[in-house]
């Protein structure tokens, strides 16, 4: 989902810094909601470090493949969420897409607000969703392949949303354009196919092992209904 250099230049860039302002002020308030409700400060700065080394190496180690304007990624933000929580998730993503563009992709710092927008407005969206979708009385661990696919339909969704946003407000509908909008859309499905099916993965070893997935490493509602 990196976009790439020269998708959006000039003042137009104006606004991406603005919209990571909103993104990492929702990153606070989801870091302080954490802070009441899921373990202290110690406990969300343990999952933020977790988190941060995750993302990290999502962007470096996992596969990834340039589509057209951008690039595909297993970015997993479903499964941090349910794992580690909203709050340790947001700080992870917004960290780590900031340390690999520090040590190893400083000609994406220029486009971080762009990408840190992509990746945690959605991830708020699907924190506000899980509440709809997922009973009072339902631990994560119990979670549905249905609930599992919403989750992660919505989080790449709106990568995809945002992406195809930056490319349109940068470059405009010229044809090129357009088309290069749609293969990135259409190979992100591979995404959209494999994830929920890495959360149903994840979910059940966290069930199987209980004993060493509580504790402060690990979202409260992993394991205990709300």
């Known amino acids: 989902m990196h976009i790439e250099p020269g998708v959006v230049e000039g003042a137009k860039i104006l606004l991406s810094y603005a919209t990571a302002v909103t993104g990492l002020g929702l990153t606070a308030k989801l870091a302080r909601d954490a802070i009441r409700d899921n373990g202290g400060v110690v406990a969300l700065a ?14 470096e180690v996992l596969p990834r493949h340039p589509v057209g304007v951008s690039e595909v990624h297993l970015i997993l933000g479903s499964t941090l969420l349910l794992l ?11 960290v780590g897409l900031l ?25 708020w969206g699907i924190q506000l969703l899980a509440k709809r979708i997922v009973a009072p ?21 709106g990568i995809v949303a945002w ?26 499905m591979s995404v959209i196919l494999i994830e929920p099916l ?29």
């Open 46 to 59: 343990l999952r933020s470090l977790l988190t941060t080394a995750l993302v990290f190496c999502f962007f």
């Open 84 to 94: 580690f929580g909203a709050g340790a998730a947001a700080i992870g993503l917004a």
């Open 99 to 123: 340390l690999q563009g520090l040590l190893f992709a400083q000609f994406d710092l220029p486009q971080y607000g762009m990408n840190v927008t992509t990746l945690l407005l959605p991830l």
């Open 137 to 157: 009385g339902t631990a994560y661990v119990d979670l549905s392949y249905q609930q599992a696919l919403a989750l992660s339909t919505a989080y790449q969704g």
């Open 163 to 188: 992406v195809a946003f930056w490319a349109f407000y940068g470059q405009g509908f010229a044809g090129d354009n357009l088309a290069a909008v749609g293969s990135f859309g259409l190979a992100y």
């Open 198 to 226: 890495i959360d149903l993965g994840v979910l059940a070893a966290a069930k199987a092992l209980a004993r060493f997935s509580q504790g402060p490493l690990f979202n409260v509602r992993l394991h205990q209904a709300a």
